[in-house]
């Protein structure tokens, strides 16, 4: 059974950096089958997609937070992490982490999540 | 703002049929995937691929798209099927996308 767990501090002063890290336990993020992303939540919204790091190390930004987040793998820890630079308050989410299903075929994209951390709350307050 | 329009809320009787639509260009292409997601819990993959179901997904859930709308229909919609429902997929750009969810009311 795979299953992912986020972990980093839940408070966050405006223009830090938010460090999160995900522990993958039951698959590799060596494997190649998969890409490894972020999402998050706002309060009582909906989701957005943060990015996604392969195997290989190539990464794939939302381009909405392209020039403040960086996603990067540990495969000796088979865990990946999500930096996010000057922080404001309206980065305040829960943030989950999730193993991403995408491929191509016969002029369509297929994509999913499957399966999700069970996210964690990041507030960003003085 | 979203690229993928969902309805943000229907509701449905218990035991009766409900599709949960989610509209946008790129589904004339791409396909959707589903989840559900129940209040403080984290979002649980419903429908991938064209219309699979993960291992312990009822098979009342299924996937469909015509144009550019995905559906998700619960036929013999249960209690504990009260959930936050999300469409997922590319944009032409290549950006993953979310719809704006839509919560599902039985009554």
């Known amino acids: 059974q795979v299953q992912l767990q986020e972990s980093g501090p839940g408070l966050v002063k405006p223009s830090e950096t938010l460090s999160l890290t995900c522990t993958v336990s039951?698959?590799?993020?060596?494997?190649?089958?998969?890409?490894w992303s972020w999402i998050r939540q706002h309060p009582g919204k909906g989701l957005e997609w943060i990015g996604y790091?392969?195997?290989?190390?190539?990464?794939y930004y939302n381009p909405s937070l392209r020039s403040r987040v960086i996603i990067s793998l540990d495969t000796s820890k088979n865990q990946f992490s999500l930096k996010m630079t000057s922080l404001t308050a309206a980065d305040t989410a829960v943030y989950y982490c999730?193993?991403?299903?995408?491929?191509?075929?016969?002029?369509?994209?297929?994509?999913?999540?499957?399966?999700w951390g069970q996210g964690t709350l990041v507030t960003v307050s003085s | 703002s979203s690229e993928l329009t969902q309805d943000p809320a229907v509701s449905v009787a218990l035991g009766q049929t409900v599709r949960i639509t989610c509209q946008g260009d790129?589904?004339?292409?791409?396909?959707a995937s589903w989840c559900q997601q129940k209040p403080g819990q984290a979002p649980v993959l419903v429908i991938y691929d064209k219309n699979n179901r993960p291992s312990g997904i009822p098979d009342r859930f299924s996937g469909s798209r015509s144009g550019n709308t995905a559906s998700l229909t619960i036929t013999g919609a249960q209690a504990e099927d009260e959930a936050d429902y999300y469409c997922?997929?590319?944009?032409?750009?290549?950006?993953?996308?979310f719809g704006g969810g839509t919560k599902l009311t039985v009554l």
């Open positions: 790091i392969y195997h290989s190390g190539s990464t």
């Open positions: 790129s589904l004339r292409s791409n396909y």
């Open positions: 997922t997929s590319r944009d032409r750009s290549g950006t993953v996308v």
């Open positions: 039951g698959d590799s993020v060596s494997s190649g089958a998969y890409y």
């Open positions: 999730a193993r991403e299903s995408d491929y191509y075929s016969s002029g369509s994209y297929y994509t999913w999540f499957d399966p």
